[in-house]
């Protein structure tokens, strides 16, 4: 909705829009809000405050400490912390001066509250605003003269001191893939590929589509020719400006690519640097910021000025896809069935790399450009940007911040307590109480071996249920000592008041939009929903949220842990046997032959236990139970291994076959086919074990085939083992695991998953193989390992099976 008085000059507007990004600049001697994003019909805007003063909270008692700490205003407040007392407010001059205000109350005892909380996010969250908002006031158009370099002049509209809202928005980002090549050092720029869809990010409302974009822009000193969708500069510094050129002519609102923070900006940084380019990408004056990731295997975080950085590999692991591998190659391979334009064995690609642009400058562009179309593509094909614009309206972070459970539950939960006018305390503040150890779910002990007709089933999102049933919130938490008759008392004797509940009714809201989501087939939606409820638990049990009581935590699993035995206890008063039961599900033997009638019987127990347990759970706690168990599937066959090496059963770990699937194919849980560490050896044996236990076919003759053909040398491309450096090499003093064995011996910087083979030199990377495969090593450790248990059902022994004759004796 867009509507403006006047002239394109100064107009009365109002309008929908979408939050992109949220920060702020020091103007004069206060700071100013920035708001960037898009309105509905595909424009942008920037919205500036002045008006609000960074703050933060103390007990009332302390305020003349908050003036001599450097506070430049203390003021009485009408909120109160979560015990009821009184607070000040404390307001700082800008918000760099928060800290050290915060700091020094803090070495004189003094408890502070959202002292931690940034400047641009207090103001979306005292007006509970998550990603779509309205707003109203007066604008003037940004795009005043072509190339100005005055502020706001990359926006259609620049809104300054409106009023903002929450609204739901729905808006179509233009979204741009950008790739770099690098020599192997990455110490010098060679090309920038370019990619957006044809009517990529098309506005709503009749806007022009993006134009498609395919190209490379090239350093090439020789000035050759350039094939088609190739264009070539002189040196890193022109290729820099033209690069920043075509950003601000495409416009995009979300750069996108693999691996694009930790890499491809960062060395653009470096070499901009060097060439002194001031590499200006956003859509108003400002450099490009990057914060390096925290810890070795951790990502970073890139800011631009008006648009968005949304790294593909990180959007896919914030979905929770799974992906044996996240290089490009690897995840395009299996989302899109086509990989890294390279022919042959390239195991150095770097020096491939190098040559393709020396002496094949077409197949190097074509190279370059198919990075970036594959990021692109495997972006949108996942439909992993509509999810971060999805959860970020769910949670209020910006699209690039998704993934921050802490940070997302902390917005929501805040926001919260700001209509209650609570304050919560500063995160590692003296108020943030750290209680006992924190339990886990329960697990019962398998029933060894293979299993006809199990039922498997489970509680519908266990512990958010959990919370919506017994009111589990930090707000209404009672400690063990003080809950009354009048509390709701959970198994480990802690209470939470009965009165509305923030959490319990943030879940209340989020259910039923799930339902919702799930009966209209919006797949993103649902996830979405999903992924946040999940999360709810975990940061709860966090101590680096501000909310962390591990009580509340140990509350969610005991109930958890109860309700699981309960269960398991309802089936076998029916006479029927439990073989395995893991936080919510429950294996239950259906002893029965006729699979059509287990599977018609499964959803009528489901159905009686939930209304037994409803009203048990009404019975002894007086509240409306939410727990409902569901029958999730049926085994034709279900197979619970031993422990490796020791007589119990394995838990978390098992394989099977479901009725009704005509490929019968084995589902594999915890075991070594669904793990990265083993080999693609291992992974195919394991399959196909399974495949034959299941069917009552025969294994031996088969594994016997594998193991001579593992020695004849004819399964080397299934001897590849990969392993993620969970810090840098340099670190790994104590010990030397094999793959950090094998990344020392690369000639180039190491990747962060190594892959090696084991030699008979020992490991070694698998780009730079010296020696021959260690082959009995796979046999050993790889094969080996994986039978056992099957032949261990089936009564045989691995030795005599594949014909070891150093185990036999005979050599």
Request: charged share 25%; hydrophobic share 45%.
């Amino acid at each position: 909705m867009v509507s403006c008085t006047g002239e394109r000059t100064i107009a009365q507007m109002e309008a929908m829009g979408f939050i992109l990004q949220a920060s702020y600049r020091v103007q004069g001697n206060g700071p100013v809000v920035h708001l960037y994003g898009c309105l509905e019909n595909g424009e942008t805007f920037l919205v500036r405050d002045r008006r609000p003063r960074p703050h933060f909270y103390v007990p009332a008692a302390a305020a003349e400490l908050a003036r001599q700490a450097g506070a430049v205003a203390v003021q009485a407040s009408d909120r109160q912390t979560f015990r009821g007392e009184a607070v000040s407010r404390v307001e700082v001059a800008v918000p760099q001066d928060a800290p050290g205000v915060r700091d020094r109350l803090h070495a004189q005892g003094v408890v502070t509250y959202e002292a931690d909380v940034r400047f641009a996010v207090r103001y979306l969250i005292d007006r509970d605003i998550r990603g779509g908002c309205l707003i109203r006031g007066p604008a003037r158009p940004g795009r005043a003269s072509t190339g100005s370099a005055q502020a706001g002049s990359g926006f259609d509209w620049v809104f300054d001191e409106p009023e903002l809202s929450s609204a739901e928005v729905s808006v179509t980002p233009r979204v741009l893939a950008f790739d770099i090549e690098t020599d192997p050092s990455a110490t010098r720029l060679l090309a920038i590929s370019l990619y957006c869809a044809p009517g990529g990010g098309a506005g709503v409302a009749g806007t022009a589509p993006l134009e498609p974009v395919d190209e490379v822009l090239i350093v090439d000193p020789a000035a050759r020719e350039m094939p088609d969708g190739a264009f070539g500069f002189p040196d890193e510094h022109s290729l820099l400006e033209a690069f920043c050129q075509r950003v601000t002519a495409i416009d995009p609102d979300v750069f996108t690519g693999w691996n694009v923070i930790d890499f491809d900006f960062s060395v653009l940084a470096r070499v901009a640097a060097r060439v002194r380019h001031p590499l200006q990408l956003g859509r108003e004056p400002g450099a490009l910021r990057i914060r390096p990731a925290r810890g070795y295997f951790g990502s970073g975080n890139a800011s631009i000025p008006g648009r968005l950085v949304l790294d593909g590999i990180d959007l896919t692991r914030g979905a929770f896809l799974r992906f044996a591998e996240f290089s490009l190659d690897a995840v395009a391979r299996e989302v899109l069935g086509e990989g890294k334009a390279l022919e042959g064995d390239v195991r150095d690609r770097a020096a491939e790399i190098i040559e393709r642009y020396e002496q094949d400058l077409p197949g190097f562009a074509n190279y370059a450009r198919t990075d970036a179309r594959l990021a692109l593509q495997i972006v949108e094909r996942l439909d992993l940007v509509n999810l971060a614009f999805t959860r970020s309206a769910l949670t209020g972070m910006t699209p690039d911040r998704v993934a921050a459970s802490i940070a997302s539950f902390d917005f929501l939960y805040l926001a919260a307590l700001n209509k209650r006018r609570i304050v919560a305390p500063t995160v590692h503040s003296d108020d943030s109480r750290v209680f006992a150890a924190q339990a886990g779910g329960h697990v019962f002990e398998p029933v060894i071996g293979v299993h006809d007709l199990v039922w498997v089933f489970d509680f519908k999102s266990l512990y958010p249920s959990i919370m919506r049933t017994f009111n589990i919130d930090p707000l209404g938490f009672v400690a063990a000592a003080d809950v009354t008759p009048a509390d709701i008392r959970c198994v480990n004797d802690v209470g939470f008041r009965r009165e509305p509940a923030i959490l319990p009714g943030m879940l209340d809201t989020l259910f039923p939009r799930r339902e919702a989501a799930k009966r209209n087939d919006d797949g993103v939606a649902s996830q979405a929903i999903k992924i946040l409820m999940n999360s709810f638990y975990g940061v709860l049990g966090t101590p680096a949220c501000r909310f962390h009581n591990p009580e509340i935590a140990n509350a969610i699993t005991g109930q958890g842990r109860h309700f699981l035995q309960w269960s398991r206890d309802w089936f076998e008063r029916r006479g029927y046997v439990v073989l395995y039961g893991d936080t919510d599900s429950v294996f239950v033997s259906s002893a029965m032959a006729d699979s059509a009638a287990a599977q018609a019987l499964g959803p009528e127990l489901a159905l009686e236990l939930t209304a037994e347990l409803s009203e048990y759970v009404s019975g002894r706690w007086q509240v409306h139970s939410r727990l409902e168990l569901e029958f999730e599937k049926l085994y034709q066959k279900l197979f619970l291994p031993s422990v490796r090496h020791g007589a119990g059963g394995a838990r978390k770990r098992y394989a099977g076959v479901r009725v009704g699937d005509a490929a019968q194919k084995v589902e594999f849980v915890g075991m070594e086919v669904v793990r990265r560490d083993w080999t693609d050896l291992a992974k195919d044996v394991q399959r196909e074990l399974y495949a034959r236990l299941f069917a009552g076919e025969p294994v031996d003759r088969y594994l016997a085939e594998v193991v001579a053909r593992v020695r004849a040398g004819a399964l080397d491309a299934q001897l590849v083992y990969r392993k993620g450096l969970r810090k840098s090499l340099e670190s790994y003093t104590a010990n030397t695991p094999p793959h950090v064995a094998a990344a020392r011996k690369l000639s180039q910087p190491a990747p962060r998953v190594i892959a090696y083979v084991m030699t008979t030199a020992g490991p070694e990377p698998l780009a730079e193989i010296v020696h021959e495969p260690d082959r009995e090593h796979y046999v050993e450790k790889q094969v080996k390992p994986v039978a056992e248990p099957v032949l261990a059902t089936l009564g045989l022994d691995f030795a005599r099976v594949v014909g070891d004759d150093r185990q036999l004796g005979l050599f």
